[in-house]
T-cell receptor, first 109, second 113 residues
Framework: EDKVVQSPLSLVVHEGDTVTLNCSYEVTNFRSLLWYKQEKKAPTFLFMLTSSGIEKKSGRLSSILDKKELSSILNITATQTGDSAIYLCAHPSNNDMRFGAGTRLTVKP | EADIYQTPRYLVIGTGKKITLECSQTMGHDKMYWYQQDPGMELHLIHYSYGVNSTEKGDLSSESTVSRIRTEHFPLTLESARPSHTSQYLC????????????FGAGTRLSVL
């Protein structure tokens, strides 16, 4: 059964800090790895990673995939209170999306 | 931007009532999904559909049922709601395939008293 594991489960930082969130996966047939941000309601799509070593970047957020290590990281630089959310990593399988448990990030002023 | 809508956003009902949670998307996506998520917990897939007249149960056992009569519409029904059904229900849709980006609706937060 496909598995996606995220760490840490919870993280508290102060504004301006840089954070790195981790995602590891064990899947039968790798397709892609997706990152979502979930605030109070529904997850919103951040990145899709398919190739190892190619960084995807959007503002202060960036992500990279390491197929050799079966993992991905999501970096957030110069964090702001608005970055507080649950960050979800997911792998699409044949039928659905396998989500990790998420990392709950809290950014304090 | 994704165009997927869920109604109602919030619902408080009594035990034993029949309810239908609505989900519609205007993107022409073939695949649609229902997830259940308790506060602070993981998303769990309860139903999915590959297209019209196709529905399947997901990983998490659920007493709800779904239907897919039209591509854009994927309602979820609870015949007799119970307090254990209290949760957030998220609907999603995708084109499908390996690059399967799922777009989510805003969710329905259900409380059964």
């Amino acid at each position: 059964e496909d598995k996606v594991v995220q760490s840490p489960l919870s993280l508290v930082v102060h504004e301006g800090d840089t954070v790195t969130l981790n995602c590891s996966y064990e899947v039968t047939n790798f397709r892609s790895l997706l990152w979502y941000k979930q605030e109070k309601k529904a997850p919103t799509f951040l990145f899709m990673l398919t190739s190892s070593g190619i960084e995807k970047k959007s503002g202060r957020l960036s992500s990279i995939l390491d197929k050799k290590e079966l993992s991905s990281i999501l970096n957030i630089t110069a964090t702001q209170t608005g970055d507080s959310a649950i960050y979800l990593c997911a792998h699409p399988s044949n039928n659905d999306m396998r989500f990790g448990a998420g990392t709950r990030l809290t950014v304090k002023p | 931007e994704a165009d997927i809508y869920q109604t109602p956003r919030y619902l408080v009902i009594g035990t034993g009532k029949k309810i239908t949670l609505e989900c519609s998307q205007t993107m022409g996506h073939d695949k649609m999904y229902w997830y259940q998520q308790d506060p602070g917990m993981e998303l769990h897939l309860i139903h999915y559909s590959y297209g019209v007249n196709s529905t399947e149960k997901g990983d998490l056992s659920s007493e709800s049922t779904v239907s897919r009569i039209r591509t854009e519409h994927f309602p979820l029904t609870l015949e007799s709601a119970r307090p254990s059904h209290t949760s957030q229900y998220l609907c999603a849709s995708s084109i499908g395939g390996g690059k399967n980006i799922q777009y989510f609706g805003a969710g329905t937060r259900l409380s059964v008293l």
